[in-house]
């Protein structure tokens, strides 16, 4: 397994729209394992294909347990060409991004979702999310629209992000 590289906004490649994944091989397999070991290293909660430099509709979701707030391997969600069926009611979360380091803004959601999606092997599952896990699935979901969180946010805390962005570039140079 690899750890692969995470794309940064402003990177263009993030603002591509992920194609279907049309074969459930080896190799799908492979980058899932790749993107989870990628995920982890970086302690996310989520992460998209394209975050990766690959336009294809696959989003890891791993959110931690509520028994010891720890991530587990066994509760990975691997959704492969996902589809909302359903979106309902409204909440405000704290996001931040693998691909928008050390920035976190509130950030308007869907409270609870309904997806269908396939599995690593191509068998379709419906999944009815609702807390953190519907956010991130949101989250993740648009990535592969090529919408980045901090798209969502009002003008006046864009700019200020902008602001921030700019000067993280000037203090890394």
Wanted: with cysteine.
């Amino acid at each position: 397994m690899a750890i692969l590289e995470i794309l940064k906004y402003p990177n263009k490649a993030l603002r591509k729209i992920s194609k279907d994944v049309q074969a459930f091989d080896e190799a799908l397999h492979k980058l899932l394992d790749d993107m989870y070991e990628t995920m982890s290293e970086r302690q996310g909660v989520g992460i998209a294909a394209i975050q990766v430099g690959i336009d294809q509709r696959i989003v890891l979701v791993n959110v931690p347990s509520e028994e010891d707030n720890e991530q587990h391997r066994e509760n990975l969600l691997e959704i492969i060409n996902p589809v909302f069926l359903k979106k309902e009611g409204n909440i405000k979360w704290n996001e931040g991004c693998l691909s928008v380091p050390e920035f976190y803004e509130e950030v308007d959601r869907f409270e609870q979702v309904t997806i269908a999606y396939c599995d690593r092997f191509g068998e379709k599952k419906i999944l009815q999310a609702n807390g953190l896990l519907a956010i991130a699935i949101q989250h993740e979901i648009d990535h592969l629209n090529g919408i980045l969180f901090v798209d969502k946010l009002p003008i006046l805390k864009r700019k200020k992000f902008e602001k921030e962005l700019k000067r993280n570039q000037k203090q890394n140079i």
